[in-house]
């Protein structure tokens, strides 16, 4: 939306007559902006509006309006040409609705010359957006290109967004076809307006060629390696969005924990776990991915899916240890075990049943087998006869006890 402020200074026109056609386009003589003639304002609405204007050189725009709103319009032309004024100040001031009020006026009037008729319907279809007026825009804009035989890219622009707001979402394509074929330029708030409008038509693919254009065109945009990032992974294109997620990082262009997070897990998912851990670690540590269980829990699992049980173990202690969550005591014993770290083991699976977990004879089968390992034959037996005891071990656990008691047997150890 262009500024309004200063936007009076568009009449730096003579106080009685109109601003002159080019000589180029008189001759044209094709467009109703070249057919209409200038006026001259009646002599006594010029006497006002001398007054009107060299106040507002003054910078007093409240004097410029005063002056104008006593001034006594004889005809049609002066009183169209005085509410154009009166638009204009009014909207540098900000007051957006007697501006709209004023220049609806002069604009319904349809008398002013070519060039101050087409500056005012510009403008008031400007300020009717402005004030969420879409339906009553739409039409202004292209009234204006009509009368001045002028397709213009921003006014394109101007539509689409107002096509937008109506989520008319076919039409925001029209409009941003065509604004972006008159473009000297790629205008990146045009290919925005398509891949917003392809968005909530939930055309992901359509959307995904939008931004195969643009960041090219657009490379320092770090949003859009983004974007581009994520609609692969909404069209599930893993490859392509792991790859520009990939080159976004080498770039510099991941600053969010969402971010580093999704390229861990595709790097994970694709076979490089290792690789996922170390990026997301690197990016705890500085401070990006806050310490939590959940992050703490999701590096353990990078890790873990890399075959790193020390460290994953580790991970799934702290995780742990931050939400004094069982069921993580849990993952961690286990990994230990197969770590073959087995006292350590047994502490942690202890603690786990402590905090407390859904079903208790998972850790009391881990220890019953942490504890045959280590040839406790008697803890081992009581682990396994407690983990009998939970419907989801119990077959597991009592294949085992009928072998601990004989390995008790041959060692001489009362059970």
Same mark, same amino acid.
């Given at each position: 939306?262009?500024?309004?402020?200063?936007?009076?200074?568009?009449?730096?026109?003579?106080?009685?007559?109109?601003?002159?056609?080019?000589?180029?386009?008189?001759?044209?003589? *094709?467009?109703?902006?070249? *057919?209409?003639?200038?006026?001259?304002?009646?002599?006594?609405?010029?006497?006002?509006?001398?007054?009107?204007?060299?106040?507002?050189?003054?910078?007093?725009?409240?004097?410029?309006?005063?002056?104008?709103?006593?001034?006594?319009?004889?005809?049609?032309?002066?009183?169209?040409?005085?509410?154009?004024?009166?638009?204009?100040?009014?909207?540098?001031?900000?007051?957006?609705?007697?501006?709209?009020?004023?220049?609806?006026?002069?604009?319904?009037?349809?008398?002013?010359?070519?060039?101050?008729?087409?500056?005012?319907?510009?403008?008031?279809?400007?300020?009717?957006?402005?004030?969420?007026?879409?339906?009553?825009?739409?039409?202004?804009?292209?009234?204006?290109?009509?009368?001045?035989?002028?397709?213009?890219?921003?006014?394109?622009?101007?539509?689409?967004?107002?096509?937008?707001?109506?989520?008319?979402?076919?039409?925001?394509?029209?409009?941003?076809?065509?604004?972006?074929?008159?473009?000297?330029?790629?205008?990146?708030?045009?290919?925005?307006?398509?891949?917003?409008?392809?968005?909530?038509?939930?055309?992901?693919?359509?959307?995904?060629?939008?931004?195969?254009?643009?960041?090219?065109?657009?490379?320092?945009?770090?949003?859009?390696?983004?974007?581009?990032?994520?609609?692969?992974?909404?069209?599930?294109?893993?490859?392509?969005?792991?790859?520009?997620?990939?080159?976004?990082?080498?770039?510099?262009?991941?600053?969010?924990? &969402?971010?580093?997070?999704?390229?861990?897990?595709?790097?994970?998912?694709?076979?490089?776990?290792?690789?996922?851990?170390?990026?997301?670690?690197?990016?705890?540590?500085?401070?990006?991915?806050?310490?939590?269980?959940?992050?703490?829990?999701?590096?353990?699992?990078?890790?873990?899916?890399?075959?790193?049980? *020390?460290?994953?173990?580790?991970?799934?202690?702290?995780?742990?240890?931050? &939400?004094?969550? +069982?069921?993580?005591?849990?993952?961690?014993?286990?990994?230990?075990?197969?770590?073959?770290?087995?006292?350590?083991?047994?502490?942690?699976?202890?603690?786990?049943?402590?905090?407390?977990?859904?079903?208790? +004879?998972?850790?009391?089968?881990?220890?019953?087998?942490?504890?045959?390992?280590?040839?406790?034959?008697?803890?081992?037996?009581?682990?396994?006869?407690?983990?009998?005891?939970?419907?989801?071990?119990?077959?597991?656990?009592?294949?085992?006890?009928?072998?601990?008691?004989?390995?008790?047997?041959?060692?001489?150890?009362?059970?």
């Amino acid at each position: 939306m262009r500024k309004v402020t200063s936007i009076a200074t568009a009449l730096l026109l003579s106080v009685c007559t109109s601003a002159t056609l080019s000589g180029a386009a008189v001759a044209a003589e *094709k467009c109703e902006i070249d *057919k209409r003639q200038s006026r001259a304002v009646g002599q006594s609405a010029a006497k006002k509006v001398q007054k009107s204007f060299e106040a507002y050189t003054e910078n007093n725009v409240d004097g410029a309006i005063a002056i104008l709103l006593e001034a006594n319009a004889n005809n049609d032309f002066d009183k169209a040409y005085i509410n154009r004024m009166l638009g204009n100040f009014y909207a540098e001031k900000g007051q957006m609705q007697t501006a709209v009020k004023y220049l609806k006026s002069a604009v319904e009037a349809d008398i002013l010359g070519g060039t101050d008729h087409a500056a005012t319907m510009r403008l008031y279809a400007d300020l009717l957006l402005q004030e969420r007026k879409f339906k009553e825009a739409i039409p202004y804009y292209t009234k204006w290109m009509a009368f001045t035989c002028k397709e213009d890219a921003q006014v394109y622009r101007r539509i689409g967004i107002a096509h937008s707001e109506l989520k008319e979402w076919d039409k925001v394509h029209q409009a941003a076809d065509k604004g972006l074929a008159l473009s000297a330029e790629p205008d990146k708030g045009l290919y925005q307006m398509k891949l917003t409008a392809y968005f909530n038509q939930k055309q992901y693919k359509n959307a995904v060629k939008i931004l195969e254009k643009m960041v090219p065109l657009f490379q320092d945009d770090k949003r859009l390696w983004v974007q581009l990032a994520q609609f692969y992974l909404m069209t599930e294109d893993f490859d392509r969005s792991l790859a520009t997620y990939d080159l976004a990082y080498k770039n510099g262009f991941l600053e969010t924990e &969402g971010n580093i997070t999704r390229l861990s897990q595709l790097l994970a998912q694709k076979g490089s776990p290792y690789k996922a851990a170390k990026i997301y670690e690197k990016h705890m540590k500085s401070g990006l991915i806050p310490e939590s269980k959940k992050t703490y829990n999701i590096l353990a699992g990078f890790y873990h899916n890399a075959k790193e049980l *020390k460290t994953a173990a580790s991970y799934y202690g702290k995780a742990a240890e931050a &939400g004094n969550d +069982g069921e993580l005591y849990l993952k961690q014993g286990r990994l230990l075990a197969l770590d073959q770290k087995y006292k350590e083991a047994i502490s942690v699976l202890e603690k786990s049943l402590d905090v407390g977990i859904e079903n208790p +004879g998972e850790a009391q089968f881990e220890l019953a087998l942490a504890h045959l390992t280590l040839k406790q034959y008697k803890s081992a037996y009581k682990r396994a006869v407690q983990a009998s005891k939970d419907k989801k071990t119990a077959r597991s656990a009592n294949s085992y006890i009928s072998y601990i008691k004989e390995k008790a047997r041959i060692h001489n150890v009362a059970l």
